[in-house]
């Protein structure tokens, strides 16, 4: 097991930050408008959520990804490479379903995004649970953000 040194779990927390903030600034800023402009499903929040809620999310998804990573388990590499494959997932989203104005795209990076944050939080669960844990609100929201996925596609085709 690897000693716990705060600037390495920023550097994880500051990483899945900015992996946020990059896939914002590559999907071109029309978040306002073209969000606005889609008819969306029963319970969507209204947008100033949605920053609110990742950058809580990225800072838990940074926290478990160090957990998993102090860990000596024979699963860690194959966790942190998992993590890694879900995260370049979700920087996808925004530059899809918003950069290229693509609903279809962006249900299916949703889809996709599900399916690796699911595996994600199994494997951390076997790795280290309180890794598992850190994750779970992130597995959640995933549903309720492909939930939203096909709710716009859905209504907007």
């Known amino acids: 097991m690897k000693k716990f040194d705060v600037t390495t ?47 809580i999310l990225y800072a838990l998804m940074g926290a478990a990804a160090y957990i998993v990573y102090l860990s000596d388990h024979a699963l860690r590499k194959r966790a942190l490479t998992t993590f890694g494959v879900q995260l370049f997932v979700n920087f996808l989203y925004s530059p899809v379903f918003f950069g290229a104005g693509s609903v279809i795209g962006g249900l299916a990076v949703s889809a996709a995004l599900m399916a690796a944050v699911g595996y994600t939080v199994y494997l951390f669960a076997k790795v280290r649970r309180p890794a598992a844990l850190l994750t779970a609100p992130y597995l959640i929201w995933t549903a309720f953000a492909l939930y939203l996925s096909a709710g716009i596609a859905y209504l907007n085709l």
């Open 9 to 55: 779990l920023f550097i994880f927390i500051a990483g899945c930050e900015l992996v946020g903030a990059l896939s914002a600034l590559t999907a071109g800023g029309g978040f306002g408008v073209v969000y606005a402009a889609l008819t969306k499903p029963p319970f969507t929040p209204p947008p100033m959520v949605f920053p609110v809620v990742w950058a």
